[in-house]
Every structure is written in C-alpha cells, then in structure tokens.
C-alpha cells in the first residue's frame, strides 16, 4: 500500500502531522508493506528566494492578525507539537521560500534518502536557531549531507533552477486535482484521503480501512496459455 503525503516545510501543522502518522504507522500491523512517498506542495509559492522574513511578522501580514495573536498561535503549535515529542521554537524562526527545498527532496527520493531529508530540513526550521532561509544554499547543502546526499550532486541541483522544478511543479497541480486546498494531505493507495494533522487514531483508522478493502487481483482469462514460471517455460508439442 501506497500512503503520499503532501506537505510543505515551512507548514507546522507538516511537521506535526507527519509524528502522529508515524505513530500510527508504527503500530499499523502491516507497517512493512506500506511505502510512504513525500509531495511538494508550497504554501507561498510567490514569495520571492530572498524574501525572508520573521514567523510573526508574516503571520500579521498574510493572515491579518494581531501579533498578541500570531504569537499565541505560536504557543500553541508549540504545545501541539511537544505533546508529540518534537522541540519547536516559539520565538525568532524566520519565512521564506520553500522551492528549492522540494527541488532536493526530489534528489533524494531518488537516492531513497527522502524520508531523512525531509525529517532533518523540518527539525532546522522548527527546532534549531539557526535560520534555514538565510544562510544560502550551503546550509541546505549540508542538511541534505546530514540525510546522507552526495554534497557535489546537491549542489549541483541547487545551482540549476531548472533541476527537479518539473517534478515539485507537477506534484502542486496533481495536489489541485485531487481536491487538496492546504497540508498537510494524506492519499491512501489513491482511495483515500485525509487532510491536516490529524489525531493518530484517525491515520490508523484510515489505514486499516484502505488496507482491508484492497482489491484482489482479479485474472482477465485463465486458460491454458504458455508461460514461464518457477521450473521454467512452457514448450508447445507438436
């Protein structure tokens, strides 16, 4: 079973929601069987590559907030997120754009390294001091070191715009289609779908339904046709 999950860096709830998944998933029985695949999905798109800015101060800006109110949000997602075991800063992260980010973990899915990546770029965002966005590419360069990339190859992609783009681009419109307006977005074997950062009940819910109604395989025609199996193939007589 296929589980993809749509999701952003620069999303808390992102960050949340992949701990409780993993809880469930860990207590799923059939956890082997289950191949996770992360999808790019921006929450600010248009934002320039060196348009940085605080946590609050965006907050006040794009939603409309106070910044009593956006500060408040912050605690609580700081809550939210302790309650399942991961360190989250309250005060001092800073925004930016989240492309180039994808573009890597494109890299990495390929290197079957995405899952590490992309666990090592939320703890840099939400847990550590230093900033993700603005200490350039060398600093995404060494956390995609840290999940175990090439740091040549890696920089090698940063430095072309062009590399990966395809792919985070094509994952955003396959995101629209499938009726998802925000992350983080859960698609189970293509059947179903669970949106936000759900308790871990709900993902293990959902995953033991999308496991029991897997469809067997059924065979078009099961006739006497030559094949090749186990101790070799089938020779017509004549």
Known sequence: MRVEIWSDIACPWCYVGKARFEKALAAFPHREQVEVVHRSFELDPGRAKGDIQPVITM?????????????????NLGAQAAGEGLEYRTEGRDHGNTFDMHR????????????ELIQILYRANFAEERSLFS???????????A???DAD??????????TYADAVRADER??????????????LDR??????????EVFEQALTQAWGERSPLRLVDQGDAEACGPDGCAVPQH
């Open 191 to 200: 059947k179903y779908g669970v949106s936000g950062a759900q308790p871990a």
């Open 174 to 187: 396959e995101a629209a289609e499938l009726g998802a307006t925000g992350v983080p977005f859960f698609v």
């Open 147 to 149: 999940a175990g990339l």
């Open 59 to 75: 907050l006040t800006k794009k939603y409309g907030m106070s910044a009593a109110q956006a500060r408040a949000g912050e605690e």
């Open 135 to 145: 200490e350039g590419d060398e600093r995404l360069v060494e956390l995609a070191v």
């Open 153 to 162: 190859e890696a920089r090698e992609v940063l430095a072309d715009p062009d």
């Open 104 to 115: 890597l973990l494109h890299l990495a899915k390929e290197r079957g390294r995405q899952d």
